[in-house]
C-alpha cells in the first residue's frame, strides 16, 4: 500500500433499504440501514477482507464498493471518477460507466448458481473474452480459455472446458467463476463468502489460488467473510487489512496482523472469541457479549450501536457516537475507549441484570 | 477438554454404552452402480459423552446420524445392527423395531436436530404449536411440557412468549436454530443427535450454540452427537471424536489425542488444512487431490491415492481398525509412522509433549468444566 490515489474511494457511504409495510398500510416505511456512513480507500494491488455477522452490512457494502449497489448517500468514485455520475451522465464524465462495470467484478458464494447450467466451460469463459476483446480471434481464445484452466489446475483443461457446470464439483465452480472474473482484466473483485461453502480442506487451496491470481494479474480484492479465520489468511498473506462491520458500520479497520493480535473494538474481540482455534484446553468461556442476537437493523441502537451487547458499554455509549480514532498505522477503530481523557471514563457503566448479563452469568 | 471416564468404566463391556452401531452400512443402487455411503461403521457413544463427528461434506455423515435412528430414505438399504442401551432397561434392536415402537423411540429417547431449521418448522404453523403438537403425539402432559418448553427457550437465551407467539420465519436464523433444540428435547430424550446444526449461521452465533449446548448436556443430563464438517468447531465441546473419510471412521478417540496426537495421516492433514488463527500461516496446506465418489471408491484403503504413507499394502487391502491405545482406535497400517512423516502445525506441537505422555493425561479429568485447569499448564 502506499500514498498513491485510491482506486475506490468511499465517502460516507449510505445504504438504505425502504421496506413496503404493504396493501393498504400508510404508516411510515421502514427503514434498514445496511450501511451508514462509511470510508474506505481501495489502493492498487490492495486486498481487504470485511468481516462481521450476519446482517451487518458486509455483503451491501461489498456491493457498494463496485458499483452494483447504489448507496442512498455519500459518494464512490473510481479512480477519481463517480460511478453513478457516470452511470447517469451527469457532469463531465471522464471514464464511460461500461469501463467501469468491466474493471469491478464479482465472484458470488453459490458458485452453481451464478454459471449457466446450459452453458459449457469453454462457451462461459468466452463469452467475456468475445465481448470486450472482439478483435481475438477464436483460436486465440480458445487458447487463452486453455491456458486459464490450466493456471488454476484444472486438468487437461480441454477435458473441463467441455464439461457443464454440473459435471463440476464446488471447488471447481469456483475456479472457473474466478476465471470467468479475471478474463474481464479487472482491477477489484469482489468475492462474497467465496469459500465458506467450500469444505475445510479445500478453503486453504481456494484462497491461495486466490491469493497467486491476485498477485499475477494486479488485482485488488474485497473479500468478504463471516470467518475471521479466512479474513486473516487471505488478508495477512496479501499485506492486506480487515475491516469489522457491526450493524451497518465500519467499527474498526487495520492490518491483518494488527487486528487479530491487537484487536481494539470490543466488538472484534468479540468475533476473535467466536473463531474457534484447535487448542481443546482452551474452552474459551462465556461468549463477551451482554446478548446473544443482533439487534434490529431497522431501529438501531442510539450512540454506539454495539452498546446494547458490548461489555465495556457505559452511560456515555448510549448518547454519543464514537468518531473514528487512530490506534495505530493504518489502525482505525471508532470506540472512546481509544481515547484516554474521554468522558467515557468517568460514565456510569451501563448493567442489565434483568437480561443479559444475568443470563450469562447463570449456571457458573 | 477432557476425556471421558476411560480407566474403568469404559472396558466394562457396554454397561455405560447408549447405543451401539455394528457393521452399519447403507448402500443405494444406481444405474452406475451400487452407492456404498456408508461402509462398515463400527461405533460405541458412551453416556453422558458429547461425541463429534467429523467429516467433509460426502463422506457418509449424514448417514452415520440417519442410522441410528433408522432414518435412512427409501431406496437406501441399511444393514447391519443397531443397539440402543436405556438406563434401566433390557437394550433395544433399532433396526427391527415395529413403526409404532419406532415412533416412540425417536424424540422420547433418541432426538435430532437438522441443519436447516427453516424447514422443520412448519411454515404454516406457529412455534408454539410445533411444542404442543409433539408433546400430544407422545402422549405427554401438555401443560407440563409447555413449563419445561419455557424453561428450555430461556435456557438458550431466548423470549419463551415471544418465541412461541411466533412463526418460524419472524425469527432470525440463530433464534430458530435454538427454538429447534428446545423442541428437539422437550420429551427429555437421552441421545441428542444433531447433523451439522449450527452451519448455515455465523461464528459467533455458532459458538454461543455450542456453550449453549454443553450447558443443556450437563443441565439435562443428555448424551450427544455432534456431527460436522469443521473439526475445530467440535473440538472444544467433544470429549471424543470420530473422523469419517469416504463413508467410512478412519479414527475415534478423545479429543485432545485426536488434536495433539492424530494417527491417521487423513487427520493430521485435516488439522494441518485447517485455518486457524493461532498456527503460522505458513503451515497451512490443503489436501491434495479430492474424496472419492461412492460408486467408486478406491480399492483398498480408501485414503491411499491422497495419502504420503500409501504403499502395496494400502492399495491391497483395506486396514482394520488397529490400537493405538485402549481408548484410541485408527484404520491406518502405518500409523506409527504419520508422525514423523505428517508434521503438524508449530503452533500445535509445543502443547503436544504433555499428551504424548500417554495414557495417563488421557484418562485425566472426567468433566469438561476441569478443562481450564488441566489446561492452565499450556497457555
Known sequence: MSSQDPLISLDDIEVHFEE????????????????????????????????????????????????????????IKYKGQDIWDA??????????YKDIRRRLQIIHQDPGSSLNPNRRVRQILESPLKRWQGQMSSGDRRREVLSMLERVDMTPPEDYAGRYPHQLSGGEKQRVALIRALLMDPDLILADEAVSALDVSLRVEMMDLMLELQDNFDTSFVFVSHDLSNARYLAAHSGGRIGVMY????VEIGPAEEIINNPQHPYTKVLRWATPDLDPANDGGQPPVRKLDIPDPKNPPSGCRFHTRCPEARDVCAEEVPDEYEAGDMHKVKCFRQIDDHDYWSSQEISDEADGEQLFSAGD | ??????????????????????????????????????????????????????????SGKSMLAMSMLDSVDDPGILSGDVTYYPQNDDPVDVLNLSDEKLRQLRWEHISMVFQGAMSSFNPTMGIREHFVETLKAHDADVEEGMDRAHELLSDLYLDPE????????????????????ALSVILEPNLLVMDEPTAALDLLMQRSILTLLSKLKEKYDLTMVFITHDLSLVAELADRMAVMYAFELVEKGPTDRILYNA?????????????????????MRPIPGSAPDPVNVPEGCSYNPRCPLADQECIASDPEYLEVNDV???????????????????????????ATDGGADVSGPDRPDDASDAGGEDR
Not at chain 2, 451401539?20 to 460405541?44: H, I, K, P, Q, Y
Not at chain 2, 419472524?170 to 430458530?176: A, C, K, P, V
Open chain 1, 20 to 75: 413496503d409495510s404493504g396493501f393498504l398500510d400508510f404508516s411510515e416505511p421502514e427503514v434498514v440501514k445496511a450501511v451508514d456512513g462509511v470510508d474506505l480507500d481501495i489502493y492498487d494491488n490492495d486486498v481487504i477482507a470485511l468481516v462481521g455477522e450476519s446482517g451487518c452490512g458486509k455483503t451491501t457494502l461489498g456491493k457498494t464498493t463496485i458499483g452494483l449497489q447504489r448507496p442512498t448517500g455519500g459518494s
Open chain 1, 87 to 96: 452511470k447517469d451522465g451527469k457532469g463531465d464524465v471522464e471514464i464511460p
Open chain 1, 247 to 250: 450493524l451497518g458500520q465500519l
Open chain 2, 1 to 58: 477438554m477432557s476425556t471421558q471416564n476411560t480407566s474403568t468404566t469404559a472396558t466394562d463391556s457396554g454397561s455405560d454404552r447408549i447405543i451401539e452401531l455394528r457393521d452399519a452400512e447403507v448402500t443405494f443402487e444406481m444405474d452406475r452402480g451400487t452407492s456404498r455411503v456408508l461402509d462398515n461403521v463400527d461405533l460405541d457413544v458412551n453416556r453422558g459423552e458429547i461425541l463429534g463427528v467429523v467429516g467433509e461434506s460426502g
Open chain 2, 162 to 181: 415471544r418465541v412461541l407467539d411466533s412463526y418460524a420465519h419472524e425469527l432470525s436464523g440463530g433464534m430458530r436454530q435454538r427454538a429447534l433444540i
Open chain 2, 263 to 283: 494417527a491417521h495421516p487423513y487427520t493430521r492433514s485435516l488439522l494441518n488444512a485447517t485455518p486457524n488463527l493461532d498456527a503460522p500461516l505458513s503451515e
Open chain 2, 328 to 354: 484410541h482406535d485408527v484404520a491406518c497400517f502405518h500409523w506409527e509412522e504419520a508422525e514423523a512423516q505428517i508434521p503438524m502445525n508449530v503452533g500445535r506441537s509445543d502443547t503436544g509433549d504433555a
